[in-house]
């Protein structure tokens, strides 16, 4: 079977990725704390749609190596279990925007997925699986704590942007629209936002790295 090179091109969805997961976060978190809910709403659901055509693109790659294993080896799993699932979570997220739906539940799986994808990088760090183990486990810990920090990001979409005008998404009956504690939200959201970035930065330099030589010695 021939040898099919895509990292390249993963690599530049993955920047992609990041930079709209920021691009969105931070238009909703603007659009909701100037107490404009309907603005914030129309950001989320670009947002993820957006998010759900790149995760149905990273989808087909993933899954068409799940199922063909055109790496050497181990390769095949390092590189395309993580991509199945952050397929999952962006298409999971985009349905959830779409149809109005609690979006917490997808930040849940993005808790259990962000541990794993740690976990990956980590193992394929201490085996030295690449020839650039450090610079890929900051990519697969950076995108890892993207997916757990979803979490609360998605808590505070279905409590105080969605929550308020579609009964029934957020988590807990009787919330209040407002958050109670405005500076424990804006520092989690921070964080958020801040680790989106690295990980964004974190795919560029691992491309500078290791995709262009790629470019240089093509399959």
Known sequence: MAFIDDLTLVLDLL???????????????????RKDPDRAQTHLREGGFLLGILGALVGIIALSGEL??????????????????????????????????????VGMLGVVVGSGVI????????????????ETFLMYLAFGGVAILSYPA??????????????GVDPLPGGSPTPSYPRVWAALLGLFLIVVVLAGIAAVLYGFSTAWGHLQNPP
């Open 154 to 167: 998605t808590l505070y979409v279905d409590w105080f942007v969605t929550g308020p005008k579609v009964p």
């Open 68 to 105: 063909t294993w055109p790496l050497p080896g181990a390769y095949n799993l390092f590189f395309f279990d993580p991509l199945l699932m952050l397929s999952l979570l962006l298409l999971s997220f985009w349905a959830a925007t779409w149809f109005r739906l609690p979006t917490h539940f």
């Open 119 to 134: 976990y990956y990088g980590a193992r394929a760090y201490i085996l030295g699986l690449t020839k650039d183990p450090l």
């Open 15 to 33: 920047v992609l990725i990041a930079a709209t997961v920021f691009y969105t976060a931070f238009f909703v978190w603007l659009h909701s704390r």
